[in-house]
């Protein structure tokens, strides 16, 4: 009994051991990701409260393998995402979802490290179509007006 109290008191003082290099990456193992969570926000920048759902979020490491070099993940029903794990280094990390502006920050993260990378997509100004008068003006042609003759041979 007292052997194990013994062992039991050598390991506590080894773990507690704020400087000991071999229980520290046991007790604080991590995987090294880049989370975050994306908001949309209409065209002047005001929040809105649906949630970004769907947005595809891209990891590509700057300084690594071009085969390691990019990573993908989409954000879940509240707008949250969490990328696969990562090698430490420097990534590019980009948001984007159809008719919102793409949104990037560069984030660096360590071994064991995760970062939190909020976005907010901004809604991209609709505008109207050419009328036909204007692209005539323009000499745009329509798509009717287009004629090619194919090459004789």
């Not at 420097?90 to 502006?101: C, G, I, P, R, T």
Request: with cysteine; hydrophobic share 40%; proline share 6%.
């Amino acid at each position: 009994m007292t052997q194990r109290l013994i062992l039991a008191s050598i390991l506590a003082a080894a773990v507690g051991c704020t400087g000991c290099s071999v229980f520290r990456p046991i007790l604080f193992w991590r995987d090294t990701l880049i989370v975050g969570q994306v908001r949309l926000a209409d065209e002047s920048g005001v929040i809105v409260g649906t949630p970004a759902t769907g947005v595809t979020v891209n990891f590509i490491n700057l300084g690594g393998k071009i085969e390691d070099s990019l990573l993908s993940a989409q954000t879940d029903m509240r707008g949250r995402y969490r990328s696969p794990k990562l090698i430490p280094g420097e990534y590019k990390v980009e948001a984007m979802l159809a008719s919102f502006v793409i949104e990037t920050a560069t984030v660096k993260v360590k071994s064991h490290e995760q970062k939190k990378t909020p976005f907010t997509l901004k809604k991209i100004r609709e505008t109207t179509g050419r009328s036909l008068k204007e692209s005539e003006e323009e000499n745009i042609p329509n798509p009717g007006e287009v004629q090619i003759t194919p090459p004789s041979f």
